[in-house]
């Protein structure tokens, strides 16, 4: 055992409760998983490769600490009064990232400005009743979550927070936990990203309730209206005025998104190859690595988690369900051919779900091409699930208030 201490990743195996080895066990297993599957392109690898490896390095690099402590030199989520951060900050070197990006959502506001920026919303405009039904059918696991939250027995904020899952949005899952639940903000946020990285895997199997034939149905790009720069420009700064006015909450995230695609149509070049490609990428990166590295084992053992695993997937189906239901009806009623697959995109992992959408289609009719018509849809969500978020959070700091 003397000999083990000098590999001490190795020795805390043997010094810790069995739960505790066990745990640290299976999330080491649950890494290498993970990496396997984001290299296969099973799950999404922007997200999941850096996820994997946190995970990895922070569950195998437990040690001996000062005073006897176990503990790590990658982050203390928990740190709080100034002495405790000062400290933390020279030790642990993903604690400056996590307490300047993460702990006030500086993170999900950046990456909302590379989204804008690579935001494609000619559909959305020239097809706005469509892209909001859609959109709002596609709620139906943020709004139902909540209730069944509270019904197995979790207080309002947190039921609202992990309701969040429901939208699809990591980033707004992340801001919204952070105001409204922040003991629980990291194991929502990293149960939020997990499943995230599994949509792509699995909502294509929940769209197989739609019939063969409707998956296959052809769009016609003709029926698309043009819609000028002006107009996309015009319309982020107007929502980004009118959705602040009304949910100054959530102006952050308005303020990113819409600043980004502001730049986009105003055509500044510079700005959008700095926000859609180091701004959004970089964020990315350090976000699926932090939040691997704050996939602890006392994570994992905190009695909340097993709670948040069955809502966040209860929210996530109920929305593909909602966006499903939603797609059939208005392929009742449209005038035009029209492919239902377009209500799963309006569940808002930009443009994750538009692109399930389109491998559906393709899968069931070669001919098929709906991504175009699935990016209406996809941002539509976004901003309904901002609207909702904004109501959570403003709504619970009245009630408590």
């Known amino acids: 055992m003397m000999f083990l201490q000098i590999f001490q990743g190795l020795y805390t195996f043997f010094i810790t409760a069995p739960e505790i080895a066990f745990a640290r066990l299976f999330l080491i297993l649950l890494a290498f998983l993970f990496i ?70 500086l993170i999900a506001v950046l990456i909302f400005m590379g989204i804008g920026a690579i935001t494609d919303i000619d559909i959305l405009l020239a097809r706005p009743f469509m892209s909001l039904f859609l959109a709002v059918f596609a709620e139906l696991g943020t709004i139902a979550t909540l ?12 039921a609202a927070a992990i309701a969040l899952v429901g939208g ?91 600043l980004g695609l502001a730049i986009k149509e105003a055509g500044i070049p510079r700005y959008i190859d700095f926000l859609s490609g180091p701004l959004l990428y970089g964020a990315t990166l350090f976000l699926g690595f932090t939040l691997g590295a704050l996939l602890g084992v006392d994570i994992i053992l905190n009695p909340k988690v097993l709670l948040l695993l069955v ?16 797609g059939l009806i208005y392929a009742k009623f449209s005038k035009e051919p029209f492919n239902p697959l377009l209500g799963i995109a309006a569940v808002s992992c930009v443009p994750t779900t538009a692109k399930v959408a389109q491998k559906c289609a393709a899968a ?19 901003i309904t699930t901002a609207i909702i978020a904004g109501i959570y959070i403003s709504g619970l700091s009245l009630l408590t208030g």
Do not use: W
């Not at 922007?46 to 195998?60: S, T, W």
């Not at 209730?147 to 197995?152: H, N």
């Not at 809502?311 to 939603?326: E, Q, R, W, Y």
């Open 311 to 326: 809502l966040g997937v209860i929210a996530l189906t109920l929305s593909g369900l909602g966006g499903i239901a939603g």
């Open 364 to 382: 069931a009719n070669r001919k098929a091409m709906i991504l175009p018509f699935a990016m209406g849809p996809c941002v539509a969500g976004v």
């Open 147 to 158: 209730p069944i939250a509270m019904a197995m027995g979790l207080p309002p904020n947190e």
């Open 36 to 105: 396997f599957l984001s290299y296969r392109k099973v799950l999404e690898p922007l997200i999941m490769l850096p996820m994997g490896v946190g995970m990895l390095a922070v569950n195998g690099g437990l040690m001996m600490m000062e005073a006897g402590q176990l503990g790590n030199l990658f982050i203390n989520p928990m740190a709080s009064n100034v002495e405790e951060l000062m400290y933390y900050l020279q030790i642990d070197f993903l604690q400056p990232i996590y307490t300047f990006t993460f702990s006030n959502g």
């Open 168 to 258: 699809a949005d990591g980033p707004m899952v992340l801001y919204g936990s952070i105001l409204l639940a922040r003991d629980l903000f990291v194991p929502i946020t990293v149960v939020a990203y997990i499943y995230l990285g599994v949509i792509y895997a699995g909502y294509p199997l929940l769209v197989r309730i739609i019939p063969k034939r409707l998956r296959g149905v052809e769009m016609d790009f003709r029926s698309i209206p043009k819609v000028s720069r002006g107009a996309k420009f015009t319309f982020a700064i107007v929502m980004v005025s009118f959705l602040s006015l009304l949910f100054p909450v959530a102006a952050p995230l308005f303020a990113g998104f819409f």
